[in-house]
């Protein structure tokens, strides 16, 4: 089901958390809020689950204005990042709570525990404790829980917070394929770029209460639509250096030795001289200088180890480039993206 905000502000005291946001999802769509700590991004979830009242602009959720209705009657369903499992019923009783609490008949509600815990694969958790269960089950318990109530929309707010990386990675396989699977809007917060860009149909990159960019995991990587979107995604993030009063970015893994670019003549060509190396398996990152004409002109080079016939030694310049189709240009006041121009 469709959801969308229009004007979104909130308030707290004189802090704005949430300045105006205009955003909707499509139906059966997964969408990330991504962002640093501080945002607004929880608290825009949480004004969308009607946890929170809007200071002002309104909440839709299948075209219907939802403002005024409280939790439990606007058809969604929201995982914490605690899970918020009680400690003393068993997984059944957990999972069949919010059903209980509807008044549902008893055999109502064991046909869809049981096909929620099959959904989700815990079926044989439904006689143990939460403090039986791993990170991971506990997670897909509260989905569970969530799922039984069959919501028109998905709210989760750092699920895969609490565990560690390795089952993060599974945890995120798992849980996008369980969202294709029931078809249901979901809207997912996180300051995780690898979740966002992992699992998101599209992501809304928000800082300081505002969506700076909405797009693909592609268009907010690839086009940013401004510097801080160019810097808080990528690891490492975009360079970004100052030509000609404006700035120009372009990404580490666009910025290699002339003599590797397969582009003839179409690269922007760039003096870089190395002063550290750092060698992380798979990739090294060349940090450097630019001997040309850039106002601040640190930056970052990610060179495919499996280079190894192109040594790269410290206090050296190399010649270096980028494919002009890789450089971004952004107006130096304001951060924005402009239209690209000769350098």
């Avoid at 666009?254 to 002063?275: A, I, K, Q």
């Avoid at 190894?308 to 189709?325: E, N």
């Amino acid at each position: 089901m469709e959801g969308e905000t229009r004007r979104l502000v909130k308030y707290f005291d004189d802090v704005r958390a949430v300045d105006g946001v205009d955003l909707a999802s499509s139906a059966e769509e997964f969408l990330v809020l991504l962002g640093p700590s501080g945002c607004g991004k929880t608290t825009l979830l949480r004004m969308i689950a009607g946890l929170e009242q809007p200071t002002s602009g309104e909440i839709l959720i299948g075209g219907q204005v939802v403002n005024h209705l409280p939790p439990r009657t606007r058809a969604i369903a929201m995982v914490f990042q605690s899970y918020a499992l009680y400690p003393h019923m068993t997984i059944y009783k957990n999972i069949a709570f919010p059903l209980k609490a509807m008044k549902m008949p008893k055999e109502k509600i064991r046909q869809k525990v049981v096909w929620a815990a099959d959904m989700l694969g815990i079926e044989r958790l439904l006689t143990r404790k939460p403090r039986e269960l791993s990170g991971g089950e506990r997670q897909r318990v509260a989905l569970a829980r969530a799922l039984v109530r069959e919501p028109n929309v998905f709210l989760l707010d750092e699920p895969l917070s609490n565990l560690d990386a390795k089952l993060r990675t599974s945890a995120r396989a798992e849980l996008y394929r369980f969202q294709k699977e029931v078809a249901i809007t979901t809207i997912y917060v996180t300051h995780d770029q690898v979740e966002a860009m992992g699992m998101g149909d599209r992501i809304a990159v928000m800082h300081e209460g505002k969506v700076r960019q909405l797009g693909t995991p592609e268009e907010v990587y690839f086009d940013p639509a401004d510097t801080f979107v160019a810097s808080f995604l990528g690891s490492p993030p975009m360079n970004l250096v100052e030509a000609q009063g404006r700035i120009i970015g372009f990404r580490p893994e666009s910025f290699l030795p002339r003599e590797m670019h397969t582009t003839g003549n179409d690269v922007l060509p760039l003096r870089f001289e190395v002063t550290r190396v750092e060698n992380l398996g798979a990739d090294r990152l060349l940090y450097g200088r630019l001997n040309d004409r850039f106002v601040d002109s640190t930056v970052i080079a990610n060179l495919p180890t499996s280079f190894t016939t192109y040594p790269i030694d410290t206090g050296k310049t190399y010649a270096f480039a980028v494919p002009h189709g890789a450089v971004k240009f952004f107006d130096a006041k304001t951060g924005v993206r402009t239209a690209p121009v000769p350098l």
